[in-house]
């Protein structure tokens, strides 16, 4: 299938070559030999398998990292109303008036 009729829409062609050694002196050997090929097809954006796998899960990353960000404010934020809620209760004191109480806890008859 040519090149300009795959399915991604923009006529984008993808090569994969397996090399060991030096990535940077063997991606302008075989940009060299793709124009050699066809003169009229582009070469660009050479990068290794590493950086692809890189780009792709980066968003990822940037939403676990957002949602441990919000979690840790939650927490934060938690502590903070039930230290507020804890030291009104002990401000208070206990309750003066013990028929207050008994009337709360006594059965009804």
Same mark, same amino acid.
């Given at each position: 299938?040519?090149?300009?009729?795959?399915?991604?829409?923009?006529?984008? &062609?993808?090569?994969?070559?397996?090399? +060991?050694?030096?990535?940077?002196?063997? $991606?302008?050997? *075989?940009?060299?030999?793709?124009? @050699?090929?066809?003169?009229? &097809?582009?070469?660009?954006?050479?990068? +290794?398998?590493?950086?692809?796998?890189? $780009?792709?899960? *980066?968003?990822?990353?940037?939403? @676990?990292?957002?949602?441990?960000?919000?979690?840790?404010?939650?927490?934060?934020?938690v502590s903070i109303g039930l230290y507020g809620l804890v030291?009104?209760?002990?401000?208070?004191?206990?309750?003066?008036?013990?028929?207050?109480?008994?009337?709360?806890?006594?059965?009804?008859?």
């Open positions: 299938m040519p090149y300009q009729q795959t399915p991604t829409g923009r006529g984008q &062609m993808t090569m994969h070559v397996r090399i +060991t050694g030096n990535t940077s002196a063997v $991606a302008d050997r *075989i940009r060299e030999e793709v124009l @050699a090929t066809d003169k009229d &097809m582009p070469a660009f954006e050479v990068q +290794t398998v590493a950086a692809e796998v890189d $780009a792709s899960i *980066i968003q990822d990353g940037l939403i @676990a990292r957002l949602a441990g960000f919000f979690g840790i404010l939650a927490l934060l934020l030291a009104n209760i002990l401000r208070k004191g206990p309750v003066r008036s013990v028929s207050a109480w008994r009337s709360v806890r006594s059965p009804r008859m």
